[in-house]
């Protein structure tokens, strides 16, 4: 979160792009509230920051009067955008879960937005439970009732996701974040549901790379949804990657196999029945006599070095 908040800090205050979208160029007042100086400064260097750009930071805990001191020097350099890191610490609660006494808190940081046009951006701490995006934030559902706009990271075995609601216009679907381990500089690495597919389209190849295998069997080989399984059977064996055997019925239903390339012929595990839906190159590399292709299968080591 706090790498994906400093890489749209630095975007915004040199307006350029962020995730896809465009920015509007001006200057980003920072509040890390719990963070020392020289943590914030050295992650902003790892990211681009040269220390020229029009980023003000603030560290350490909030004054007691925050909101009263920003309103002066807001006016002063006119920011387009407000991070506050993270919200509690901006705004003080007892209960967290309480309706009405959380809805006060959060007037100072609405008004503070709405009088001044500037963005403000807050950052809290969700719930690993929740399933949607609109319950993610711990504590009371005020939280997000009072927002315009929530962006929810997750973690999740190495993956990075970002999802978006918005109360107006159409919001962004959910996406795969990578972040360079080096510079901490974040990137867009498509929707989920792309990298979902890619990931069950390089699971069916490992699956089928050593034998015929039927649908049912490939579908109970790979974690995956069934219709991004089903869908990427039929593309893998449009892009030539596959080849499919049988009729499909329930005596016969459909096989799969791996397309094997040796030069320019194209060899394919023979399948007992001898149908298949693309057939297999008859010419060998440099020679022009039809000859049949021999099951991958059947090749020797001294017979596929040949081909090689």
């Known amino acids: 979160m706090l790498a994906t908040c400093r890489n749209l800090s630095l975007a915004v205050a040199t307006g350029s792009d962020f ?12 509040l890390a ?3 020392s100086p020289r943590r914030v ?12 750009e029009p980023i003000y930071v603030h560290t350490g805990p909030a004054p007691e009067q925050l909101f009263e001191e920003l309103y002066p020097f807001m006016e002063s350099i006119k920011p387009v955008l407000v991070v506050i890191d993270p919200l509690f ?12 006494e959380v809805t ?5 940081i609405l008004q503070l937005a709405q009088s001044t046009g500037c963005h403000v951006m807050a950052l809290h701490h969700a719930s690993k439970m929740a399933s949607d995006a609109t319950d993610a934030a711990l504590g009371s559902t005020a939280i997000t009732g009072s927002v315009d706009s929530i962006f929810t990271l997750k973690q999740f075995a190495g993956e990075r996701t970002i999802e978006t609601v918005l109360r107006e216009g159409d919001a962004s679907p959910k996406a795969v974040l990578t972040i360079d381990p080096e510079t901490e500089k974040v990137s867009f690495g498509g929707t989920v549901e792309d990298h979902d597919r890619e990931q069950v389209s390089a699971a069916i190849l490992e ?3 050593d034998e015929w295998l039927d649908e049912k069997a490939i579908t109970a080989a790979v974690e995956g949804k069934t219709t991004y399984i089903r869908t990427e059977l039929r593309k893998l064996v449009e892009d030539g990657k596959l080849a499919k055997a049988g009729k499909g019925g329930k005596g016969d239903p459909f096989h799969y196999a791996e397309y094997m390339f040796s030069c320019s012929s194209l060899y394919i595990r ?5 149908e298949t839906e693309r057939g297999a190159s008859n010419q060998l590399s440099g020679d022009n006599s039809e000859q049949e292709p021999l099951p991958f299968a ?6 596929l070095a040949q081909y090689h």
């Open 19 to 30: 995730l896809g979208r465009h920015t509007q160029q001006g200057p980003v007042i920072y």
């Open 33 to 35: 509230l719990e963070e």
């Open 41 to 52: 400064r050295e992650q902003l260097r790892r990211i681009g920051c040269t220390g020229d």
């Open 89 to 100: 610490r901006a705004v003080r609660v007892k209960d967290s879960s309480a309706y009405a």
């Open 104 to 108: 006060a808190a959060l007037d100072p």
């Open 207 to 209: 699956v089928v790379s």
């Open 270 to 274: 023979e399948h007992p029945n001898n």
């Open 298 to 303: 059947d090749l020797t080591p001294a017979e």
